[in-house]
């Protein structure tokens, strides 16, 4: 059974919320794996805020328990409100300063991990050998 033929049998108030899944995916329910949720995510992402994406993949999550489908997906998911991120759809609605001060806080960000990485590199060198 696909999402499409499931969405038409479930009794649910969120069953509308199938519908963009229907229409990306054909794939069988019992087929259904994390990278479909990814890339459901990913190019969702370019149209609609997080918070709609998110509905979305709870609304299939919701089916696929009810069958007893699911478990093996979920642990793998972590929504847009978890990952605390923005979709490139609401990233392009902001304005074009506070596009560039996001760019810019991530690429110090990124400094910053890189830099923590080559200090701990840098401790286990001058510890190695030593008795702890």
Not at 69 to 83: K, T
Request: avoid cysteine.
């Amino acid at each position: 059974m696909t999402i499409r033929e499931a969405a038409e049998h479930w009794e649910d108030s969120r069953r509308s919320l199938l519908q963009t899944w229907a229409d990306s995916f054909g794939v069988r329910l019992n087929e259904l794996h994390i990278g479909h949720v990814r890339t459901y995510k990913e190019e969702r992402g370019q149209h609609v805020p997080g918070a709609q994406i998110d509905a979305e993949v709870d609304a299939l999550f919701a089916l696929l328990q009810e069958i007893g489908l699911g478990s093996e997906v979920r642990p793998f998911y972590q929504s847009f409100a978890q990952a605390e991120e923005l979709t490139p759809a609401e990233l392009n609605a902001l304005s074009d300063p506070v596009r560039r001060h996001i760019a810019r806080l991530k690429r110090e960000i990124s400094q910053l991990h890189a830099e923590g990485e080559n200090m701990k590199i840098r401790v286990r060198k001058a510890t190695w050998g030593r008795d702890r």
